[in-house]
């Protein structure tokens, strides 16, 4: 029995509230369909996938009965997702309601004389998320012979910052997270100047965007991501409110449309608790501030020349929520600096960081976005071997791998890090072959 809360309360199309009493019952019917289907069951719980057979369906009960909401994935012979359930789990309250035990529950109590509607649009509530939500991501593959050509023509390879042009598989796992922890995205969009890794499966719903469908010939090539980054609202078919994603950046655990985006569609910056502006601006006066700390500061001076006001503080290491129009508007009223920054074609110290960091503040003043009053960035930057412990990440919402001081070229690092992802996110996409 579905209690349908969450689709009375959230119009949430990917779960089921199930009453506690009737978890036996459901697991020995996915179990058993999956047998008779040559498939197999997975059960995500916080930090990890657990796949369960038929033959220890105790065991598929006792750990889902630990929790209050789970996924359950069905896999096919191939290895590939084909189901992705949310349960949650409610117990009996007074008469015939029933009470929320998850604290993310659109509501904390229910009452099964009013079921949810069969049919017709779901009610509109604060949780409720009803218009389309895409993803984006820039991607660039340094060991590509034809982007080698190209950069050969500007610049040594010799003397760029391999840890931002070097990949290895992490946009494999986060498409991954995707599909397994964010099933609502509707269409995945991945920019680069790059073909594609060997592995990759274009879609209907992931597609594949060179820079020349979206990017101005007299910029290209680009190799600046500050500049690329200026491009995104321009992709073909893609839905007014979205997801900009490094492809270091991955959802760890089951992610809501809400996390990004207000019902009445503004969407949601993540902010660092404690800023860093302050302190780059020092460092860029003694000239020792790196780029991208560089155009974090030209954008905090620019807002405070424009707008009035100095932020200090920048987005978190977690996707992005973007909106086209919000972009467009951002482009019109800082027109010279868009231009400015597009004909950069590698990163520099007079860039202005746009997309990452003016677009937040800057709509968050235009009354466009809201700030997340709630810490959810789970970033891993140094130290690699204590820090990639799956024990530590349990409850990490996000998480970002983010690659520095040679650490894309370290095999110690790699091998570390592919251990992690492959345990965390073991199901294949529907973006491999």
């Known amino acids: 029995m579905d209690i349908g809360a969450s689709r009375y309360a959230a119009g949430d199309a990917h779960g089921f509230d199930i009453p506690r009493p009737r978890l036996a019952a459901l697991l020995a019917a996915v179990l058993a369909a999956c047998q008779a289907g040559h498939k197999t069951c997975h059960l995500s719980l916080p930090g990890r996938i657990v796949p369960i057979s038929s033959s220890d369906g105790s065991k598929a009960l006792r750990l889902a009965d630990e929790q209050a909401t789970f996924r359950l994935f069905v896999v096919d012979a191939a290895g590939s ?61 340094a060991t590509d012979p034809g982007w080698r050509k190209q950069l050969a023509a ?99 655990n089951d992610a809501v449309p809400s996390a990004f985006f207000t019902f009445e569609g503004k969407s949601i910056a993540h902010l660092v608790p404690r800023g860093g502006v302050i302190y780059w601006m020092q460092s860029s006066e003694a000239g020792v501030a790196e780029d ?50 597009r004909r950069s074609r590698f990163r520099d110290a007079a860039d202005v960081s746009l997309i990452p960091f003016v677009y937040h503040h800057w709509a968050v003043q235009q009354g466009r976005a809201v700030v997340s009053i709630s810490a959810h960035r789970r970033s891993l930057e140094a130290d690699f071997e204590r820090a990639l412990d799956p024990a530590d990440l349990v409850q990490a919402e996000f998480l970002c791998i983010n690659d520095r001081e040679g650490s894309a070229t370290d095999a110690r690092v790699r091998g570390s890090k592919e251990r992690l992802l492959a345990a965390r996110l073991p199901i294949r996409s529907g973006a491999e072959r």
């Open 81 to 141: 997702l084909v189901e992705n359930v949310a349960i949650r789990l409610w117990r009996k309250g007074r008469g015939s309601s029933w009470v929320a035990l998850s604290d993310h529950a659109p509501v904390a109590r229910v009452r099964t004389a009013h079921p949810a509607p069969a049919s017709g649009a779901p009610t509109l509530t604060d949780t409720s998320i009803t218009f389309p939500i895409d993803a984006v991501y820039t991607w660039v593959d």
């Open 154 to 252: 500007y610049r040594d390879i010799g003397s760029l910052d391999l840890d931002r042009f070097t990949q290895s598989d992490e946009l494999r796992y986060s498409l991954r997270s995707l599909d397994l922890f964010a099933p609502w995205v509707r269409r995945i969009h991945i920019l680069s100047n790059c073909r594609p890794p060997a592995w990759f499966e274009p879609s209907e719903r992931v597609r594949w965007v060179d820079h020349r469908e979206v990017i101005d010939p007299t910029f290209l090539p680009l190799f600046n991501s500050e500049a690329i980054e200026t491009f995104l609202h321009r992709i073909p078919d893609l839905s007014e409110h979205f997801l900009y994603l490094n492809d270091d950046f991955f959802i760890w």
């Open 292 to 341: 991208w700390q560089s155009a974090r500061v030209n954008g905090a001076r620019l807002l405070q020349a424009r707008c009035g006001f100095l932020p200090t503080r920048q987005h978190e290491h977690v996707p992005y929520a973007l909106s086209r129009s919000v972009i467009e508007e951002l482009e019109r009223e800082f027109a010279g600096e868009f231009e400015a920054v």
